[in-house]
């Protein structure tokens, strides 16, 4: 049956609106393809802004890997802003696709990229616009089937009776097989079944890669702890694995990168150097739930730079990664690039570096020729004690040699990021920041004879995460938090040689509460989220629509029978035995090895990175038959004409192609 | 002491090009910053040998000339580039226009001559001077729309209020309006009354928008036209008067070529 387009009824609302090319679609290198010849087709979802959504990479390389594929197709759909929503509400225009406008509700699945646990609110408002019912339990056969991802997905309990679905892990190769099992339901006329909605569900968790949360039973304690979750028919697994793709140049998505119309907040193109990281940062969930690493060769990266820039046109490529200094192959990676496009206007840029990864030839690379502004380090805690602690081993020695290096060679701002109410962490340990801002610009005026240094202070609080050796922490209460960036701001003040030299920049410590609740959550915290979105929750992470109040105000109503509160999900500390709400969601980590990892924490023992050690056996590799990839390859980037291809065809003088 | 870039400077513009381009269909709704980011990236795509500014960070020498309102369709868009290598204007507006999303277009690409040496040259934007404006009325009988105008057309003055960057401003729609009229939508269509409005506005400042007309239209002749007007410049250039009409901008650029 045809599927129309609702643009013509979007169209009259777009001129009052703000910022409507975010709902026009038509971005270069954005696909519509022919509903009618496809039989499995996807709405993907990004549950924020367009601005923020547009440039998300995994949703850019599922929509590729998708689109590429057979009789499949997949179209992406963004949070509407409020002012958009009312006038959708009004003129009873359901929740549409940006690429062919077509309704949501139209679609067999919707798939949702979930990066952060402050877009379930999003999630709900567009259910409620497409039509869909809030509850996997209320949805039948003409409902798509809504499945979650993104590294939240590492536990969706609280959001379980929403979706259908989870998919842990990388995508690429997971959404391709739920295409087949959708299928092969449909060629078996699972769709025209009474309990059709049912047995497709069942078909998934078969796989043992799709967890569906309503196959599951969760009982609990009287004091409020979970004490099972098991499956509720046969031949559902125990434990649902996540999906790991092995060998990266197998997979250099995206390799037409969207570029969109609208102001976004990547105005680059990106390329993922590796996925996954070991160097064992026991806060860093995404650390921990990507193991192992699989470094993507030299080779590969230079020809998706090559191909995805002459596709898009950008101006700056990102080298992207958890830590992209670690790539084996960085020094003639990015030496090798820089050659290629040396005065072509295109810049490089490696977001994350680790401080003891950094050198000056890699820096003075990635800024040939360009402006020196600012350098980001993350030693995330104050004081060597609380760095062991979390095993972000960086001494203030290597701190203080690095930014010499770096003031010296002409950069003049240095930002340093940090994490406050650590495990463990004291007033003190969060002072010594102050200390250290202080050496910073004390040395940049030692080395640089000049005092136009500066240093920007960035911190906010930590939330322990899923899956990671603090999973069983309790979380600093917020009033605790915002006393302790208090006490920090003052001591950076209170030095008049240095106050004005040094910036400070935090987060209060409210915000993570919520987040908390949210990430260690289990079932019975959706109807707090419910009561949230009731009460007009829309877009948490952005902190002019954010209400801790709200949130607040809706537990207290959605957790009255219950024996737990949000302090009891939050500041709370657990022991080994106790359930988590994420255990039978398999990361591939040992619960024992991630215990014994919270056990050396609190005793400041560090652990190394595998990739230069002997394996200190995390359990990931065995569990999930997967190893470390990494090089050196040994290849170099040749050198290439870049970007001058076409060029002969608009010179004056040369022949015109249509004669060639 | 301030760092300067190592190297030589860019090398310097060669050969200057005008570009007409429209925006049109649902990328009508692209801002003008919107439009900036997708005609440079399209530069770089189609290879064009831009000629840079110089500095840290060296930006392809392009200037803008009376970009139309987000919402609001066109025909009629220009721009100037400046080039280190000399191109063929029929290729490079091919390239371009392929380079870009659908609907955004380039429709022609004409080359500047330079006058000779030390004559001062007044600058292309001047030479737009007004525009044509065709508004499409849906729901609204031509009639109905024809009072509206004579009553406008009639008024000294039309006080209109628009929100702006600095506040709400409050300015004359009037004055600024050469011609206006209006009739029925073309035959053969037979989805309800429709009138279309032609529109000629002198570029002034602050600018007067089809927008303003609209709001001067409905205080002063009632006109409420039940759902959004569609808007599309079909012309700006050198304005006639007396004749209320607007020439082709580039003429004086074809005419130095083809001299």
Redesign the interface.
Known sequence: MPVESL?ARL??L???VQ???Q??????NSTVKDWDSCDVRWALMYPDAYEVGVPNQGVMILYEVLNEAARTLAERTYTVWPDLESLMREHQVPAFTVDAHRPVGAFDVLGVSFATELGYTNMLQTLQLAGIPRRSADRDTSHPVVIAGGHSAFNPEPVAEFIDAAVLGDGEQAVLEISDVIRRWKADGGPQQADGRADLLLRLARTGGVYVPSLYDVSYLPDGRIQRVAPNRPGVPWRVTKHTVMNLDEWPYPKKPL?P???SVH?RMSVEIFRGCTRGCRFCQAGMITRPVRERSITGVGEMVEKG???????EVGLLSLSSADHSEIAPMTKGLADRYEGT?TSLSLPSTRVDAFNIDLANELTR????SGLTFAPEGGSERIRRVINKMVTEEDLIRTVTAAYSA?WRQVKLYFMCGLPTETDEDVLQIADLAKRVIATGREVTGSRDIRCTVSIGGFVPKPHTPFQWVAQLGHRETDARLAKLRDALRSDKAFAKAIGFRYHDGKPGIVEGLLSRGDRRVGKVIEGVYEAGGRFDGWSEHFSFDRWMAAADVALADEPVDVDWYTVRDRDHTEVLPWDHLDSGLDRDWLWEDWQDALSGEEVEDCRWTPCFDCGVCPQMGTEIQVGPTGKTLIPLTV?????D??????A??AYR | MA?T???PPPPPTV?RLRVHYAKRG??R???H???Q??F??????????MA?SAG???H?KVSYAGAAP??VASEAEYLEIGLA????PG??RA?LDR?L???LDVLEVVEVIPGPENTKVAPFADRLEASVWEITLAGVEAGVAQRAVDLFLAAERAEVSRMTKNGLRTFDARAAVVALSAGPRAAGNSEGPCAILRLVVRHVTPAVRPDDVLAGLRQIGDLAPP??PAVVRLAQGPLDEPAGTVSDPLAPDRDAVGG
């Open positions: 643009f169209e009259p777009l001129s009052q910022k409507p090319i709902y026009v679609g038509g971005e270069l570029v119309l609208a102001e105005e820039l002459q596709a898009t046109g950008f101006e206007q020729g360009g402006r020196r002409g970007l001058g291809d076409g060029r065809e608009v010179l004056a003088g040369s015109d192609p | 760092r870039p190592e190297g050969q649902r990328l709704f692209s801002s910053r919107d439009f980011r997708a440079e990236r399209a530069l770089r795509r189609a290879a064009v040998p840079y840290f960070s060296p392809p987000t919402g290598q000399r191109c063929d290729r490079l390239a380079s999303p659908p609907d759902s959004a």
